[in-house]
């Protein structure tokens, strides 16, 4: 299990993704958001492993996760999806994961063809403005994170086009 602190991108800073036990195990540079929303991941030395940014031309919200130098997904929003936000996981390959469930609320599940990938829940945590990402074993945590971190770049443009919507 991951921990992440909601909310990390309206202040940008950098933040440490922790395991189950509180030890930090990733850091997420906040500090590069820019046009691009765009943010890095390190390992402990601090060499970046995997980014995420977003595309600046495109019909829908779509986030570019980077593994080693190598693009390993694209995050979009599905166009029609009434009364609920779905976000697709885009992997080279037929294995497209599904983002679903409550996305706002940090209480979804990710799914490949049917099957559990990785469950995000701040139920599980007595700590405010975290929630927690399970990975299920075998599956990349850094793909996982990667989209995750997409999600709440999306989510937190949304909300910021729509204050400044309603301030004009």
């Known amino acids: ?12 800073d950098d933040f440490d ?4 036990n509180g030890a930090k195990v990733l850091h997420v540079d906040g500090k590069v958001l820019s046009v ?14 995997a980014s995420v940014h977003r595309h600046l031309v495109s019909l829908r919200p779509t986030y570019e996760i980077r593994i080693g130098g190598e693009k390993a997904a694209e995050v979009k929003k599905k166009l029609f999806t009434p009364f609920r936000e779905k976000f697709t996981i885009d992997v ?15 209480e979804y599940v990710i799914e490949r063809g049917g099957s559990r990938v990785a469950e995000v829940s701040k139920r599980w945590l007595t ?14 945590p850094l793909l996982v994170i990667g989209a995750v971190l997409a999600l709440d770049l ?9 204050e400044k919507k309603d301030k004009d």
């Open 154 to 162: 999306a989510l937190e443009r949304e909300e910021k086009k729509k």
């Open 127 to 140: 700590i405010r403005d975290t929630y927690a990402v399970e990975v299920a074993p075998g599956e990349n």
């Open 1 to 12: 299990m991951y921990v992440i602190r909601e909310k990390f991108f309206s202040i940008g």
């Open 36 to 49: 691009r929303d765009k943010v890095v991941i390190e390992d402990l030395s601090g060499e970046e492993v």
């Open 17 to 20: 993704v922790l395991d189950a």
């Open 92 to 106: 080279p390959g037929p294995d497209d994961l599904e983002m679903k469930g409550d996305l706002l609320d940090h």
